[in-house]
């Protein structure tokens, strides 16, 4: 028998010990991989990584399994997985598995669905992933801190079936805020900056380091998965002299299609899935840009063509379509609506001195004001959705905003009266986006993480099919963490 094995503590006897366990000292150090037969075992620990270049400051950083980003997760669609989490920083934790369905207890919320993991103690994940396609999983306790200093990986769901392409990649992008002498700055949880954009950083890694160059070759086509696991920066990415096809978001298969402008949206927590096809010239660099800021554009990386020949004469010949997953169509002529209205936070972009941390000033505009939502908010509450604040990363207690009959379909309009855009999640299902501001939203797209542009209302729908106590809220952890989250329980 492993070690592993025998250390192994099943999840109904953790619930019964009424906690998870102790075994720290017992454990060697981290293992050389992740996966064994018997699932994963991820352990989250401090170490140092070398984000910025080798001839810069290491970084102290908080990491699942000793680097940045985490291990990479892989399972099996509709195959059962588990996943051993050891909590090894000095704070309670939890995982949250973004954007699978799975059931309540394994969404990894504190008091909600389950008890923290205290320092030292473990607690397994059980569920069997329905939907193929690109995932993540980051801590779902004090947020702000554990994102922010590296918590975070990703889960990529295999279809049965793989896509026909020449490579399939991730990029994993982060955005920190470092000190000069490569500290991540302290100070989570800035009130000014949480009533506006959230704690946006000032250094963007791929994978887990500041990226010059990604290599490619010549007429090869490449499944690119992209991930934004930033606590606040919203990213808009332009891939110079070439044409990415979005075949999924948020894990979940869209018609293939070419983004608006030709750049590729994305907001804290969300995926997007393109294929590319590298029709550039053998020896040649082209930038891929992140433009999403006005004024402050710069340069994530290049596509860098080595001198090779391209492998095909044309683009390949298969198709770009993934297969979907099995999720159950809401019936839009019975379903219950309601509207959730996002109130709160500055009235515009203020003219805050005290965001050091941004690339350059120019985010910022005239004077701000605060929200008239603001006024007769509970302590420590910037935001609200219909006029309620629940604040923090989840805790018990928190009594469901809406309740739902099991099975029913529900149409929500996200209503974002602020003047920021809002990255609205939900946990345990995948949302139909159906329109913003009225107009159709093409290209069948299901999303678990749905970008609300300041004053636009953005209507969704979904089979409430997963029973149990399920969070909305905003991705931009500082407008979580003040009020931008509340509770939808399926009965
Ligand atoms: Cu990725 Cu409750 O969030
Ligand atoms: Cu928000």
Redesign the pocket.
């Known amino acids: 028998m492993t070690e592993e094995s025998n250390s192994v503590v099943s999840r109904r006897s953790l619930l019964q010990a009424g906690a998870g366990l102790l075994l720290a000292t017992a454990l060697p150090p981290f293992p050389a991989r992740a996966a064994s037969p018997d699932g994963y075992r991820i352990i989250a620990a401090p170490a140092r990584a070398r984000l910025v270049g080798p001839d810069q400051p290491e970084t102290d950083v908080w990491t699942y399994n000793g680097t940045v980003p985490g291990s990479l997760v892989r399972l099996r669609q509709g195959e059962p997985a588990r996943l051993l989490v050891e909590n090894r920083i000095a704070q309670e934790t939890t995982v949250?598995w973004?954007g699978i369905r799975l059931p309540n207890s394994m969404d990894g919320?504190p008091g909600l669905t389950q008890p923290p993991i205290k320092a030292g103690e473990r607690f397994v994940y059980e569920f069997t992933p329905p939907d193929a396609g690109t995932f993540?999983y980051?801590p779902?306790a004090n947020s702000l801190e554990q994102l922010g200093r590296g918590l975070a990986g990703a889960v990529i769901v295999e279809e049965r079936e793989p896509a026909a392409v020449d490579q399939d990649l991730l990029w994993l992008l982060s955005d920190w805020r470092l000190t000069e002498d490569g500290g991540i700055a302290s100070r989570f949880g800035n009130r000014m900056e949480a009533a506006m954009s959230g704690r946006v950083g000032n250094t963007v890694t791929l994978n887990g380091r500041v990226s010059a160059a990604e290599g490619v070759r010549a007429g090869e086509r490449v499944r690119l998965r992209l991930l934004n696991a930033s606590l606040a920066r919203i990213m808009a990415l332009r891939f110079v002299g070439h044409r990415p096809v979005v075949v999924a978001v948020d894990g979940q298969p869209c018609d293939p299609h070419e983004s608006e402008g030709g750049r590729i949206l994305l907001g804290p927590?969300m995926r997007v899935d393109v294929m590319l096809d590298m029709q550039g010239e053998p020896g040649r660099r082209y930038d891929v840009i992140d433009d999403f800021y006005d004024g402050l554009s710069y340069r994530l990386t290049q596509l860098a063509y080595d001198q090779r020949p391209p492998i095909r004469g044309h683009s390949l010949d298969a198709p770009l379509e993934l297969p979907r997953n099995p999720l159950p169509e809401p019936d839009l002529a019975s379903a219950e609506r309601h509207m959730l209205a996002l109130e709160g936070g500055m009235m515009s972009m203020g003219g805050m001195s005290d965001m050091g941390g941004m690339m350059g000033g120019g985010m910022m505009g005239g004077g701000g004001m605060m929200g008239g939502g603001m006024m007769g908010m509970a302590h420590g509450a910037v935001w609200s959705i219909n006029g309620q604040s629940m604040t923090g990363d989840g805790h018990a207690g928190m009594e469901p905003a809406l309740v739902f009959e099991r099975g029913g379909s529900v149409v929500l309009e996200l209503r974002n009266q602020t003047a920021w855009w809002h990255p609205m999640?939900i946990?345990g299902h995948s949302l139909r986006v159906l329109s913003r501001n009225g107009k159709p939203v093409p290209h069948r797209q299901w999303q678990d993480t749905v970008l609300v542009a300041p004053k636009d209302a953005v209507e969704v729908a979904f089979v409430a099919d997963n029973p149990g106590d399920w969070?909305l809220?905003c991705?931009v952890i500082d407008h979580?963490m003040t009020g931008m989250m509340t509770v939808l329980r399926v009965a």
């Open positions: 949250h973004h919320v993540w980051h779902h927590a999640h946990h969070m809220h991705h979580q």
